[in-house]
C-alpha cells in the first residue's frame, strides 16, 4: 500500500468536479505564469475551507512574498491546473515541505525535511 494514490489524466477532472480540495495560497507569479512550481508545503490551517498548502515559484523572493498583494487564495483544482503532478501529494501531512523538480528523468518532488525523491 502505498503513500499516495495514483490518478490517471482522464480522471483528474473527474476528481475536482466530485470533491471539494480546499482553498490553498499561492504566489501571484505562479498564478500568471510567469514562475513555475518550485516549493510546496502545508502548514495547519484554522478555517475548514483552508486545506494548508502554500506553493512558490522559481522567481519568487522574500522579498516578493512578504507583500500581501504577491499571495492570493485560490482553490486547490486552480494549483492542479497549473502543476497536475500537485495531486498526487494533496493527502500529505502538515509539516510536509517539498521541492518540484523536473529534468530528463522527469517530475518529481524531494523531500526538504529527508532530501528524499518523491516520484
Known amino acids: 500500500m502505498g503513500l499516495f494514490v495514483r490518478v490517471k489524466k482522464t480522471d483528474e477532472k473527474e476528481l475536482l468536479k466530485t470533491h471539494s ?8 507569479s505562479l498564478y500568471e505564469g510567469a514562475s513555475k512550481l518550485k516549493w510546496i508545503f502545508r502548514e495547519e490551517s484554522v478555517n475548514p475551507a483552508d486545506n494548508g498548502w502554500r506553493a512558490l515559484g522559481d522567481t519568487d523572493t522574500e522579498e516578493y512574498i512578504n507583500i500581501l498583494e504577491n499571495n492570493l487564495v485560490v482553490d486547490f483544482d486552480t494549483l492542479v491546473e497549473i502543476e ?3 495531486l498526487a501529494i494533496y493527502d500529505m501531512p ?3 515541505d517539498l521541492e518540484f523538480c523536473h529534468d530528463e528523468t522527469g517530475r518529481y518532488f524531494i523531500d526538504s525535511n529527508t ?5
Open 21 to 28: 480540495l480546499g482553498g490553498c495560497i499561492i504566489t501571484r
Open 84 to 86: 497536475p503532478a500537485v
Open 94 to 96: 502538515v509539516g510536509t
Open 115 to 119: 532530501g528524499q525523491r518523491i516520484p
